[in-house]
């Protein structure tokens, strides 16, 4: 299963950590938080494969709140593409930014070919959903939609 980490500001992650999740995760890397200065979500994923590039990312991202993803395949290609975080809105187009990240699979979604399980879910029913109604995110109502396919 997929590594999640979610840091808090002014907490650092050690070295050993990163090790270990890169090393039992070693599908794809990737990261976001809320930039302070333009309140803007700012995100980056990829293949990453050098445990100390990404140790490095991770300690530059002390001071601030962040979340990080390590992916192990479960569906779909192993590509920058499935890595996470998705975008799934934006700011200038919808008016905010949303980002999704999920660590598990969706047994109730069937990806197109090389498609992961949680990348189609993103492109094939929340960014539909989202990109009309952006505001929807933070409704109980979504709430339950997203839990039922958890």
């Known amino acids: 299963m997929c590594v999640i980490i979610h840091k808090n500001a002014g907490k650092a992650i050690s070295e050993n950590h990163i090790l270990g999740a890169m090393s039992t995760n070693r599908d794809g890397f990737g990261y976001m938080y809320l930039d302070p200065k333009t309140k803007?979500?700012?995100a980056q994923k990829g293949l990453f494969?050098?445990?100390k590039k990404v140790y490095k990312l991770v300690s530059a991202l002390t001071?601030?709140?962040a979340v990080f993803h390590f992916r192990i395949r479960t569906h779909g290609q192993i590509s920058d593409a499935a890595c996470h975080p998705f975008q799934i809105c934006n700011?200038?187009?919808?008016?905010?930014?949303?980002?999704m990240m999920h660590n598990g699979?969706?047994?109730n979604?069937?990806?197109?070919l090389g498609e992961s399980d949680t990348q189609h879910f993103v492109n094939n029913w929340l960014q539909p959903m989202l990109q009309k109604n952006p505001e929807f995110v933070d409704t109980k109502a979504f709430r339950t939609m997203l839990e039922s396919f958890v």
Do not use: C, L, N, W
């Open 109 to 112: 979604v069937d990806g197109a």
């Open 91 to 99: 700011q200038e187009d919808h008016g905010m930014d949303v980002y």
């Open 40 to 42: 803007r979500i700012k």
């Open 63 to 65: 001071p601030i709140e």
């Open 105 to 107: 699979t969706f047994s």
């Open 49 to 51: 494969k050098d445990t």
